[in-house]
Nanobody
Framework: QVQLVESGGGLVQPGGSLRLSCAAS????????MAWYRRAPGKERELVAS???????NYADSVKGRFTISRDNAKNTVNLQMNSLKPEDTAVYYC???????????????WGQGTQVTVSS
């Protein structure tokens, strides 16, 4: 089994900052991709940011210049630093990893439980 635990969500004023973290544990051989998704009320789930094992990053246009994704391979952790937050960023944020499990020849996707981010005055 592989487990993901998210933390760092909460309520913040517009223009403020939050830092989300997601730690993976379990029978892991390697983690290929780590990513953050979000789902706002009444909207489809969307990709916010991703980072590869080689530290190549990709961001949604709506968060470019404001959010930064990073990973700590020694701790199997992915982080999302969110600055200059807007009310439109309000959503449940989910982390996802693409992992090669020990003794497996294929990759699998695992999802965190989600953490609420609310940006409001």
């Amino acid at each position: 089994q592989v487990q993901l635990v998210e933390s760092g969500g909460g309520l913040v004023q517009p223009g403020g900052s939050l830092r989300l973290s997601c730690a993976a544990s379990g029978s892991i051989f390697s983690i290929n991709v780590m990513a953050w998704y979000r789902r706002a009320p009444g909207k489809e789930r969307e990709l916010v940011a991703s980072i590869t094992s080689g530290s190549s990053t990709n961001y949604a246009d709506s968060v470019k210049g404001r959010f930064t994704i990073s990973r700590d391979n020694a701790k199997n952790t992915v982080n999302l630093q969110m600055n200059s937050l807007k009310p439109e960023d309000t959503a449940v944020y989910y982390c996802k990893i693409v992992v090669r499990r020990r003794f497996s020849a294929s990759d699998s996707n695992y999802w965190g439980q989600g953490t609420q981010v609310t940006v409001s005055s």
